[in-house]
């Protein structure tokens, strides 16, 4: 018997909440809209390679040869 008298009070609160509201308080609610701009939305552009800006990320331990050898100036 509960379930069934909340069954039917549930079913009626949504009707009587959609009937408090009128048309008044609906029309001034409407002029008083915004407009926001419009968006462009555009992708990233494409990422470049720079050959000369790589950096190696293996880093390497002199070895004897290197520790040995003097580049001439």
Do not use: C
């Not at 079913?11 to 915004?34: H, R, W």
């Not at 390679?49 to 003097?70: G, M």
């Amino acid at each position: 018997m509960r379930i069934l008298l909340f069954a039917l009070l549930s079913g009626l609160v949504p009707s009587a909440i959609a009937q408090e509201g009128t048309s008044e308080e609906s029309a001034s609610a409407e002029d008083n809209t915004t407009t926001l701009e419009t968006i462009q939305v555009t992708a990233p552009p494409p990422e470049t390679v720079d050959l000369y800006k790589f950096r190696n990320p293996v880093d390497a331990q002199p070895t004897v040869f290197d520790r040995s050898w003097h580049e001439s100036p």
